[in-house]
């Protein structure tokens, strides 16, 4: 039998064979217990490298089963900046608590490996083993914290999850395969009108596998308590970057491949969509634990980006894409603002402006920007899914989505009021340092300039 030639090219994977390396390095020094700050920014310094690494080795190799085109250079670096910031923050939150450092760079560091190969993927069994490179790390991540009991129950019950949607995507994908008997992406265009039922059944598993990765309702109750028991550096990593990566791979295999089930996948995702905006909105409306609420407004916004999955066009694909490099500046930054109030408890944001005038300002922009309040970025991303949603027809839709931002401005605004117009409760305890102000200067600019001049939105 003769074996058919595939070019390779492993050039391409330039950019990934060079951070599996270094990832590597950085997991062995660690073993070395060299100080804290040099593994940190050792790490800082080549993400930043890499994303002009990226940009030089655009192609395909394996014979089209991996692709670094324009959009999957553009996400892999909104991936390597949400990586840099929440680096910025872990440096910053080991200062004062105790966590294993020496353990949590380098999982961090192959979990964004996992996300980068996962947006090249063009085939699902390279697909599925980079979702799990990703997601195994940031089980890890989310129990860094060894000694403490939060943080341990949120990995368990985050691994638990996980694995049971790691599982149905499996066996959606078996599906798939046993349809068309071919795990390509670029074959199963061509195949995909056999044996529908079968196919369309394992279209519903696999996206019922991803939505429990971003948290979309039904499928969203591990959220919350992760959330809210993983440490905060690692709280505002999940809830941005790997979004990034499966709303990125997620929206093109719906609409490059599974165009033929539009009608079908679409209908599925707006009972999700709403349902998502509704619960994420209204539960949070009660929250006094700020990463809690934090966490239920990370649901909301995996409603408001799956409208424009819900397009089903390139247009609304690429707001999506849009959006969530703006979610990752307006979310990180929050979350820098609440390690460096120290504070969980919303009530104890009261009068803080009298404190630390600056940070209560960010605070004010990343609110403002998470509600969608012009001239803000946030509104920027957020009007341009409302616009391709309302071009292709979901003028309804829309108007659910934008009934739900008004409700949402209720909480966010809620934290602006404590800080400006109430009296202080306690003079907190703040955390300064060069990292976590860096952070936040790049977040404050992200959210503001970006919405002022929104050259790369729109």
Not at 281 to 305: D, E, T, W
Request: hydrophobic share 60%; with cysteine; proline share 4%.
């Amino acid at each position: 039998m003769r074996i058919p030639s595939v070019p390779l090219e492993f050039k391409v994977l330039m950019p990934e064979i060079l951070f599996t390396a270094f990832a590597s390095f950085i997991l062995l020094v660690g073993l070395l217990k060299l100080r804290r700050e040099i593994i940190l920014w050792l790490s800082i310094l080549f993400s930043l490298a890499l994303i002009f690494i990226v940009i030089q080795y655009p192609g395909d190799a394996f014979g089209g089963m991996f692709s670094n085109d324009f959009l999957a250079i553009y996400l892999k670096i909104i991936i390597l900046v949400g990586l840099v910031l929440s680096l910025l923050l872990l440096s910053s939150y080991l200062k004062e608590r105790l966590i294993a450092l020496y353990e949590a760079v380098p999982v961090a560091l192959f979990s964004s490996l996992g996300m980068m190969l996962l947006v090249s993927a063009r085939e699902f069994i390279s697909f599925f083993v980079s979702l799990e490179l990703m997601s195994l790390s940031i089980y890890v991540l989310v129990g860094i914290r060894r000694y403490d009991i939060r943080s341990n129950e949120a990995a368990v019950k985050y691994f638990m999850l996980g694995g049971f949607s790691s599982a149905l995507m499996l066996f959606g994908i078996a599906l798939i395969y046993g349809a068309t008997n071919t795990t390509e992406f670029s074959a199963l265009v061509k195949v995909l009108s056999t044996n529908s039922m079968l196919t369309l059944a394992g279209l519903v598993l696999f996206i019922v596998g991803l939505c429990f990765k971003i948290a979309l309702v039904p499928f969203h109750m591990w959220a919350p308590d992760v959330y809210e028991g993983a440490p905060t550096p690692v709280t505002a990593f999940i809830s941005t970057v790997p979004k990034i990566a499966i709303l990125g791979a997620f929206g093109r295999i719906l609409i490059d491949i599974f165009d033929k089930y539009y009608a079908d996948w679409s209908s599925f995702l707006i009972v999700l969509s709403v349902l998502t905006m509704a619960v994420g909105n209204l539960f949070a409306l009660p929250q006094r634990n700020i990463k809690r609420m934090l966490a239920y407004s990370s649901i909301a916004h995996a409603g408001y980006v799956t409208v424009g999955l819900i397009v089903g066009t390139q247009a609304g694909y690429n707001a999506v894409v849009a959006y969530m490099l703006i979610y990752t500046f307006m979310n990180i930054g929050a979350f820098a603002i609440v390690i460096a109030f120290n504070e969980e408890d919303i009530e104890n944001y009261k009068g803080l402006h009298k404190f630390h005038p600056a940070f209560s300002l960010a605070m004010l922009i990343f609110m403002f920007s998470l509600t969608g309040v012009p001239p803000t970025a946030g509104f920027i991303v957020k009007f341009n899914i409302f616009l391709q949603a309302v071009k292709s027809g979901f003028t309804w839709l829309v108007v659910v989505a934008v009934i739900f931002t008004v409700i949402s401005a209720y909480y966010y605004l809620r934290v602006v009021m404590y800080m400006y117009m109430k009296d202080p409760i306690k003079k907190p305890l703040v955390i300064v340092s060069k990292d976590l102000e860096i952070a936040i200067l790049v977040c404050v600019l992200g959210s503001t300039v970006l919405g002022i001049i929104p050259v790369f939105l729109i």
